[in-house]
């Protein structure tokens, strides 16, 4: 799916490339963010899993973390401030508004009542414990 192009991509880089003072994008005409450029790393213990997730510029508030069995959803919103002043003029603004999300699977389900998510300095880090299960159980023969 990486070899998908995105709007104008073809386009944008040849001109950044040839003339870079030349072309100039639209004020408000940034994409918002692939889910793909949530960057993420996943270790697994034998207890349980951490996943640290890079989401810079975003406040605690508005990052979402759901689990659904083994399934690990992200979600950030993402919110534009534009302010300006009498005096001045926006050149180029590449804030934006909108939310992105990524979903990922897991091999084993999660321990969500111990689950605990931290976020500090753009990171999201996420200890989520395995969901321990009796595994296979012996049956007496009678």
Do not use: C, W
């Amino acid at each position: 799916m990486s070899s998908l192009m995105t709007r104008g991509g073809l386009f944008d880089d040849f001109f950044k490339d040839i003339a870079p003072g030349f072309y100039v994008r639209p004020l408000h005409g940034d994409p918002l963010p692939s889910p793909a450029q949530i960057k993420v790393d996943v270790k697994e213990t034998d207890k349980g899993y951490t996943v640290q997730a890079e989401v810079p510029g975003v406040s605690k508030d508005e990052i979402h973390v759901s689990l659904d069995g083994n399934v690990v959803t992200l979600r950030a919103e993402v919110k534009q401030e534009d302010r300006q002043g009498s005096d001045e003029k926006v050149l180029r603004s590449e804030r934006y508004y909108g939310a992105v999300s990524r979903s990922f699977q897991l091999p084993m389900d999660i321990d969500q009542a111990q689950a605990k998510a931290k976020y500090d300095n753009g990171v999201l880090t996420l200890t989520l414990p395995k969901k321990l299960t009796n595994g296979s159980q012996r049956l007496t023969i009678e």
